[in-house]
């Protein structure tokens, strides 16, 4: 190599005639992320995506609170209707995600959607904690009778929350149901 040789920033020995178009620094293919407007390096690509986090500290706590009291009141309902809150989880979920994104003042995150599906979890679990506490305490009786009456008490809950659960991820996360 002469000394006017082009080496990438990242990889010295690595000899290269591509430089990032924001930066100007050497890169090397391996390096070089392809972007609408040509190749740029895995740092300035990572700086333009700080941008578009916007989420406070606080939206955190407001998704989880948000999105629990929401699942947790479909919940509730699904042990009144039964099989049909199976078609209404995705309703209930869509809807949930919408009124984050409200209470957030749609300011966004990479992990916002984590915050929103645990508290769409924890506020669905309290409508099953008694079966699951029955079904505990009666392991002694006959275990087939057992687990198919509270197995057919947890059914509807559980599918309601997997349901609700994976509308409100998808929706915030940016597809529209």
Same mark, same amino acid.
């Given at each position: 190599?002469? &000394?006017? &040789?082009?080496?990438?920033? $990242? ?9 990032? +178009?924001?930066?100007? *620094?050497?890169?090397? #293919? ?7 407007? =040509? $190749?740029?390096? /895995?740092?300035?690509?990572?700086? *333009? *995506? /700080?941008?578009? &986090?916007?989420? +406070? ?16 009141? =479909? #919940?509730? @309902? ?14 209930? =979920? #869509?809807?949930?995600? !919408? ?8 300011? !966004? #995150? !990479? $992990?916002?959607? @984590? ?18 506490? @029955? ?5 002694? *009786? ?11 008490? @947890?059914?509807?809950?559980? =599918? $309601? ?9 998808? +929706?915030? !996360?940016?597809?529209?149901?």
């Amino acid at each position: 190599m002469n &000394e006017l &040789e082009l080496t990438c920033t $990242y990889h010295p020995n690595r000899p290269t005639s591509l430089r990032c +178009n924001r930066c100007g *620094q050497p890169i090397c #293919s391996q390096c070089a992320v392809r972007t609408p407007v =040509g $190749y740029r390096c /895995k740092t300035c690509v990572r700086e *333009q *995506q /700080k941008i578009f &986090e916007t989420a +406070n500290w606080y939206d955190f706590p407001v998704a989880f609170v948000v999105s629990a009291v929401i699942c947790g009141a =479909g #919940s509730i @309902l699904s042990s009144f209707v039964g099989f049909f809150i199976l078609l209404a989880a995705g309703f209930v =979920g #869509s809807f949930a995600a !919408r009124i984050v994104q409200w209470a957030v003042r749609h300011r !966004r #995150s !990479r $992990y916002l959607w @984590l915050a929103a599906a645990a508290g769409g979890i924890i506020g669905c679990l309290p409508i099953m904690v008694p079966t699951v506490v @029955l079904m505990i305490l009666s392991a002694g *009786q006959d275990l087939g009778s057992v687990l198919l009456g509270a197995g057919m008490g @947890l059914l509807w809950p559980a =599918g $309601y929350m997997i349901i609700a659960v994976s509308f409100l991820v998808a +929706n915030i !996360r940016g597809f529209r149901l």
